[in-house]
C-alpha cells in the first residue's frame, strides 16, 4: 500500500505476544473500488451525478467559522451485494466513489493474505497490472513483523475494527474518462483490536490517513495505481472535526447508513 501518511502508531496483540507498529499494510489500497458487481448504473459515457458537489466558495467551503463537524457529511450508500469478502454494488457517483473506498477499507482483511486477495480480485482495476501481488507482499510483511508466519490468517480470538471517520476527495484528471469517473480519496481512520480473552486494546491506532485511488470501470469503482493516476498524488492537511484548516482543505465526516 502507498501511504506515505500513515503514522506509526502500536496496536497491542496479546495473543501473540508482540507489537505491530503503524499497522495498515503500509497503509491503504491505492484504489480501485466499487467492486464492479451489481451495479445498476451502466452508462459509463455520461459524466456520474454529483450527490457531494465539488466544494466551492458560494457552498461555504471557504468560510473561515465553517469545520467538518459544522459543514457538509457525506452518507455512505449502502452496498447492493457481497463477493468474495467485498462489498459491491455502489451508485456511480462522488459519494459511492466514497462508501465504496470507506467499505472496502473498513472490511479489508489486512492481516489474512488468503482472504486479502479475494477482496482485491473483486475491486482492482484489470489496468493496475501487479497491483494485487504488491498489496498481497504488503500482508505478508506485516504478519511476518508481528512474529506471524507469511501466510495465513487472523489468529484465533483476535478480532479488528477500521473506523473511518472522513474522506477529502478530488477529481483526477483523465482524458479517456469522463470527469469525475477517476478519483483520489483521502480516508482518515481509527483501527481498534480486541484481544483472545475479549479485552480491547488499550493503545488503538488513531487518526491514520490513507489515500486510495478508484475509477468507475465496467459498472464499478474500482482500485488503481496507475501512473498517470500517482503522477497527481497529493497531501492534504490533517482532519479534525473542529478544524477551519481541513474544512477549506476538502475533509467532509462521513456517516455511516443506519
Known amino acids: 500500500m502507498s ?17 505491530t507498529i503503524g499497522a495498515l499494510i503500509g497503509g491503504g489500497v491505492t ?9 445498476t448504473h ?13 466544494p466551492s466558495k ?50 479489508y482483511a489486512f492481516l489474512d493474505d488468503q482472504k486479502a486477495r479475494q477482496q482485491l480480485e473483486i475491486a482492482t482495476s484489470p489496468d493496475a497490472e501487479g497491483y494485487i501481488d504488491r498489496q498481497i507482499s504488503d500482508v505478508r510483511k506485516l504478519r511476518e513483523k508481528v512474529g506471524l508466519p507469511p501466510s495465513g490468517g487472523t489468529p484465533a480470538g483476535v478480532t479488528f475494527e477500521t473506523s473511518v ?16 469517473d477517476a478519483l483520489s480519496v483521502w480516508l482518515d481512520y481509527d483501527r481498534y483490536a480486541t484481544q483472545a ?17 478508484v475509477k468507475w470501470q465496467d459498472g464499478g469503482w474500482k482500485f488503481t495505481d496507475e501512473a498517470k493516476y500517482k503522477s497527481q498524488r497529493d ?18 465526516q462521513v456517516r455511516h447508513a443506519d
Do not use: C
Not at 484504489?31 to 451495479?39: F, K, M, Q, S, T
Not at 459543514?71 to 459491491?88: I, N
Open 3 to 19: 501511504d506515505s501518511k500513515t503514522r506509526r502508531a502500536r496496536l497491542t496483540l496479546a495473543a501473540l505476544g508482540v507489537l
Open 58 to 107: 458560494s457552498s461555504g467551503r471557504w468560510n473561515s467559522d465553517i469545520t467538518p463537524e459544522k459543514g457538509h457529511k457525506v452518507t455512505l450508500s449502502v452496498p447492493t451485494g457481497q463477493k468474495g469478502g467485498a462489498s459491491t454494488g455502489f451508485p456511480h457517483t462522488t459519494d459511492g466513489g466514497i462508501s465504496a473506498v470507506v467499505y472496502f477499507w473498513e472490511e
Open 165 to 180: 471517520n472522513a474522506a477529502r476527495v478530488r477529481a483526477l484528471n483523465d482524458p479517456d474518462l469522463p470527469r469525475g
Open 31 to 39: 484504489a480501485v473500488a466499487v467492486l464492479g458487481d451489481g451495479d
Open 42 to 54: 451502466k452508462d459509463s459515457g455520461k459524466a456520474p451525478s454529483t450527490a457531494s458537489p465539488a
Open 197 to 213: 480473552d475479549g479485552s480491547p486494546d488499550e493503545d488503538p491506532l488513531k487518526d491514520q490517513m490513507t489515500q486510495f485511488i
Open 235 to 252: 497531501s492534504p492537511v490533517s482532519y479534525a472535526p473542529d478544524s477551519t484548516y481541513a474544512w477549506q482543505n476538502g475533509w467532509w
